[in-house]
């Protein structure tokens, strides 16, 4: 972190970001930074998609706290939300015997795939658009990793429309992760109402919706 803070001294960079590491490491990085008087991280940067929700935990509400935005790649999972390789392409939803695929990865893609044909857009932007609407977590800004012009085209597609809430109460369900301990106790009735008593309804959470 010090290192750092002498390149945006030296004005060498305007912002420092980081990537691929445990949401601990980043707040103790930032907390040292707020101590020192040193530039603080202002963006992280790690895989979100519809088939990896696991940065709801940690990583997200961390960003949240510090009001860092999240970069995220791997919006489609390496292609597995476009629908090509699962037998979902043509709007097949059934598992073959043969197939690799998890059961929850199979119904979260059929799903994608059911929405896109819906309302006449690509399972792809479709993804994406789930990621780019979760917001209320942090900013979050979408990293594309497009190979040929017409997969940039598609993906890109995605700034034409947003997802009704009624599709992403559909995605949010199916693709739901059991984020266990501590997350799902602090998140519970009884736990509320031991820390907050009655008062939970009267604090002003200046960050908005976020964890």
């Known amino acids: ?29 930032n907390t040292l930074a707020d101590l020192r008087g040193w530039s603080r991280f202002v963006g992280v940067q790690a895989p979100y998609n519809l088939l990896e929700r696991e940065l709801e935990g940690d990583m997200l509400p961390m960003a949240h706290a510090f009001d860092m935005a999240a970069v995220t790649w791997g919006s489609l999972s390496s292609g ?8 979902h392409a043509a709007g097949e939803t059934k598992r073959h015997w043969w197939s690799s695929v998890p059961e929850r990865e199979t119904a979260i893609i059929g799903e994608v795939v059911k929405i896109a044909g819906e309302i006449e857009h690509t399972p792809s932007q479709v993804a994406i658009n789930w990621v780019r609407q979760q917001q209320h977590r942090t900013v979050i800004i979408p990293l594309l990793g497009a190979r040929t012009a017409e997969q940039i085209t598609d993906n890109l597609g995605c700034l034409d429309f947003t997802l009704s809430d009624e ?43 976020g964890r």
Do not use: C
Request: hydrophobic fraction near 40%; aromatic fraction near 6%.
């Open 80 to 87: 597995k939300l476009t629908g090509k390789h699962s037998g």
């Open 167 to 209: 599709h992403l109460t559909r995605l949010n369900e199916i693709s739901e992760m059991n984020l266990g301990f501590p997350h799902n106790f602090l998140a519970s009735d009884g736990a509320r109402r031991l820390v907050y008593g009655s008062t939970i309804d009267r604090l002003d959470n200046h960050r908005g919706e």
């Open 1 to 29: 972190v010090r290192a750092l803070d002498d390149m945006v001294s030296a004005g060498k960079v305007l912002y420092i970001g980081i990537s691929d590491t445990p949401a601990w490491v980043v707040a103790q990085g």
